[in-house]
Each structure stands twice: as C-alpha cells, then as structure tokens.
C-alpha cells in the first residue's frame, strides 16, 4: 500500500482535495500537523538515548596503546658498535627464563664506520667457536651469503648448537629473531658469524 493510499485511508476527502491544489503541502505533512501520524521529527526524537555510545568509543580509546605493549615480551635492540664495526654495542643482555624475546639487529649506516653484513647467532654455552668456525668453513659455498652464514646441521636444518638467530642485515637494514629464552638459567653466548667477526663480535645473553 502506497503512502499515499494509506493517508487517503486515514483521512477520508483529503486525497480529492490534495489533487484539487498542488500547491497543498505533502499529505504526510498534511497529516502529521493534524496529529493523525508522526512527523519525521517525532521519528528521530527517540534516537536520543543512542547518545552514551559515544563516551563508550571514547573510553575504549585508551585501552588500545596497553594492548600494544606486551610486558612480558623482552624487546632488546642491538647495534654494531659506533666505534668498532666488528663489535656490538652491547656485550652484555639480560632475560629470564623463558622469557618470549624479541631481538632487534639495527644495522645503520654509521658516519666513520665501514658498513659490513652482520648477523646475531645464540649458541650453547662453550659453542661459540664450534659454530664460528663453522660459518667461517661456509665461505667456499657460493650461496653462504643466501644462507646468511647460519651453519646446517648434518640433516639440513640448523646447526644444533644454535639456540636463535636473525638473517643478515645488510648495512642499512635490520633483522629480527624471536624467540623463546633457554628455560634452564645461566650465560649463553651470542656471536656474529659472518666471516672474521665471531672472535670479537660476541657477547653474552644471561638468563636469570
Ligand atoms: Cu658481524
């Protein structure tokens, strides 16, 4: 039923004369100034209580940036020394036991300081030099740079005594490990295994 039938309906004669003057407001109009139906603004007056929506939004706001933040997530950035590029800025890192770690490698490109690959590898306690040497005897392969100079293990996988690592990061660029920390506590070296840099290029992680 048309709105117009239905306002004929309601007020028998109106239609006649709403045809008779054009001029004539809508019959909706025409109807709700005589109180027979609601006028749009009767309509909307109700939405009123709709209102408190809006300090609901406003007060979720403040939630979001507490989410973004993980307290428990150690979140570490580790940089090549400004003075010595074969060395970290850092020889020493703190985590707990198994403890969820982010571990940011920041490559810049540094003023006086040669831009060299680096990566950072966590090793067994005492493996250092095992996988160190084993990165350096990746040099004759022609796709060690592809496999950042991360040492396989005997079935293909990674070298067994590494516990975590990043990709390399070229000068300019950055890599990220994460990882979860060793549960069991106690000082685990972390080196880098490009070629020539493990001997200085180390520190230590402990986990306590
Ligand atoms: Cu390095």
Same mark, same amino acid.
């Given at each position: ?56 939004? *406003?007060?979720?706001?403040? +939630? =979001?940036? /507490?989410? #973004?933040? !993980? @307290? ?7 940089? $090549? %020394? ?46 250092? *030099?095992?996988?160190?040497? +084993? =990165?350096? /005897?990746? #040099?004759? !392969? @022609? ?7 991360? $040492? %396989? ?56």
């Amino acid at each position: 039923m048309s709105k117009f039938l239905f306002a004929a309906l309601l007020a028998p004669g109106f239609l006649a004369s709403a045809q008779d003057d054009n001029r004539q407001p809508p019959p909706n109009k025409a109807l709700s100034s005589l109180g027979l139906i609601a006028s749009p603004q009767d309509a909307t007056t109700p939405a009123t209580p709709a209102t408190p929506a809006t300090p609901a939004t *406003a007060s979720a706001a403040p +939630a =979001a940036p /507490a989410a #973004a933040k !993980d @307290p428990s997530l150690a979140d570490l950035v580790i940089k $090549p %020394a400004a003075d010595n590029p074969m060395m970290f800025d850092q020889a020493e890192l703190t985590v707990k036991p198994g403890q969820k770690v982010k571990l940011t490698l920041d490559n810049p490109i540094q003023p006086n300081v040669q831009g060299l690959p680096h990566n950072w590898v966590l090793v067994k306690p005492g493996k250092e *030099a095992v996988v160190g040497n +084993a =990165a350096l /005897a990746m #040099a004759a !392969d @022609p796709k060690a740079m592809q496999k950042h100079y991360i $040492p %396989a293990s005997a079935d293909g996988g990674v070298h067994p005594d590494i516990l975590a690592h990043t990709t390399l990061a070229n000068p300019g660029s950055k890599a990220e490990a994460e990882f979860t920390a060793p549960a069991e506590a106690g000082d685990y070296p972390f080196i880098c295994t490009f070629p020539g840099h493990f001997l200085l290029m180390k520190g230590t992680l402990h986990v306590k």
